[in-house]
């Protein structure tokens, strides 16, 4: 055998890797007498190791902790996403349509809010404020979508109630199976279901999603019908602190309630 | 019916299907399992510690969405992901040019005898490493591939060629030739200290100084 048909041989024991025994006997026999294959077996050797230091010299993610708290969220959010598609699809839908409207409403309104920044927003005619403010969430985090004006939709309604401000961190309404009974229920300690994602209406029709990131915002109660949850008199100009998980086409798929916070604790 | 095992001690695919089943423990223990292999092969392929944490979500939120579609037949758990993640990164090369190492060079073209001159004996263990990283580094990605895979993280032919998807012998053919090619370069930045840093052209400070730990700019461009 020639040298180049050695070569890949004199690789492959260089890397270690197991050569049969008659052809690593041959290549044996060979080396004794060729100083080129000799040497070439040396340099990868020494190419082997070195690369084995390359590895061990690798950097360790800083931030491990993190991406598996997010990802843990958007499992979370996909698994009752599920629930929700699933135990929905047992019964008629009658809602549907109306959503369109909801859907592009909501966006509209996450989106110009936080393209306003920190200002309070105010209506067309610059009455009464209109309140949001998710002055905490980052410019970027959600798209605009076209606006389309129509009647007033048919929700499904999920109370918020008064007490909710002053529950811990982690207590805001669950949905469906609990969007069927009073949100104060559902955040009792303990009941799982309030730690997990909503659905929003606008992610009806969206298409499936695929990865995304979550967004920490604020958002004023009075917006909140805006999202199919029903505000309970007198907590309207609260701001609920919430989560959103954003799709990879930026649109937001789903909301999870975090804290409800009152006018005395709003930033200015 | 026998209990299923521990989460700690169940086999990849068996964590895998509980996960995809809804198990968020059993998903919490296949992330802590696994993304230090899905991190390690970007980290070597990019060079950034940022991208490779991003791929690492990116991998895991593919895994709850398909996970279904693993095969344990085909591939191993390890092998599988670095198949996704390899996606990923050729999306992230591609997209962003300041990562794609420029290299002026024909792949092995050099008039260094890579057997005249021994390109790693007496450096330091620090420069040593940093001139092969740099190298490999600035490999074509496909070559690239093959010493990150088999050489780096030790992984088998069959499952290189698996997350590759290539058959077993494009990958040793690729792997050898990528350590010729590694044998040459070094050679030459031996030879001539210039040569290094025509290789290294057009790629960004960051990568020049070690890995890469610095958030991504916007591209203004895009």
Aim: aromatic share 4%; with cysteine.
């Amino acid at each position: 055998m020639s040298c180049r048909e050695h070569e890949a041989d004199i690789v492959e024991l260089a890397r270690g890797a197991g050569l049969d025994a008659e052809a690593e006997a041959r290549l044996r026999g060979h080396l004794t007498g060729c100083a080129g294959c000799a040497a070439l077996l040396a340099r990868e050797q020494r190419m082997t190791s070195a690369l084995r230091e390359v590895a061990e010299a690798a950097p360790q993610p800083s931030g491990s902790d993190a991406i598996e708290a997010q990802l843990l969220q958007a499992f979370a959010a996909q698994h009752a996403d599920e629930s929700r598609r699933a135990s929905s699809s047992r019964r008629p839908v009658t809602v549907r349509p109306a959503w369109g409207w909801l859907a592009a409403a909501a966006v509209l309104v996450l989106a110009a809010v936080l393209w306003r920044g920190t200002d309070r927003w105010r209506s067309p005619d610059g009455a009464a404020p209109v309140p949001p403010d998710l002055s905490s969430a980052p410019a970027d985090t959600l798209a605009a979508a076209p606006t389309a004006a129509g009647p007033a939709p048919r929700r499904d309604r999920v109370t918020i109630p008064a007490p909710l401000r002053d529950a811990p961190p982690q207590t805001a309404p669950g949905r469906a199976p609990a969007a069927r009974r009073p949100a104060q229920a559902a955040a009792r300690a303990g009941d799982d279901e309030v730690l997990r994602f909503v659905s929003l209406p606008a992610a009806i029709g969206l298409p499936a999603f695929e990865s995304g990131r979550i967004v920490r915002v604020e958002l004023a109660s009075a917006v909140l019908p805006a999202f199919g949850f029903d505000v309970v008199p007198g907590s309207e100009s609260g701001v609920v602190e919430a989560d959103l998980l954003i799709g990879q086409d930026d649109q937001p798929r789903a909301i999870r309630f975090v804290d409800l916070k009152t006018d005395s604790r709003r930033r200015q | 019916m026998p209990a299923p095992p521990p989460t700690d001690q169940a086999p990849d695919h068996e964590l895998l299907t509980q996960a995809l089943a809804g198990d968020e423990q059993a998903f919490a223990e296949f992330f802590r399992r696994r993304h230090l292999d899905v991190f390690r092969f970007v980290v070597h392929m990019t060079g950034s510690v940022p991208i490779a944490e991003d791929v690492v979500q990116d991998v895991f939120m593919v895994v709850m969405r398909d996970g279904a579609r693993y095969d344990a037949g085909r591939a191993t758990v390890t092998a599988w992901l670095c198949g996704i993640a390899r996606n990923f990164v050729r999306r992230r090369l591609e997209r962003d040019r300041r990562l794609t190492p420029v290299d002026p060079a024909d792949e092995g073209e050099s008039s260094a005898d890579p057997l005249s001159i021994d390109p790693l004996a007496g450096l330091l263990r620090a420069e040593r490493i940093e001139n092969l990283r740099r190298a490999v580094h600035a490999l074509p990605v496909v070559y690239r591939e093959a010493v990150v895979l088999c050489d780096l993280e030790e992984m088998s032919y069959g499952d290189a060629a698996a997350a590759l998807g290539c058959p077993v012998g494009t990958v040793r053919s690729r792997l050898h030739r990528a350590r010729a090619i590694l044998a040459v370069r070094l050679a030459a930045s031996r030879l001539s200290p210039a040569a290094s840093a025509v290789h290294n052209a057009g790629r960004p400070p960051a990568l020049e100084a070690g890995w890469s730990r610095h958030v991504e700019e916007p591209d203004a461009g895009n």
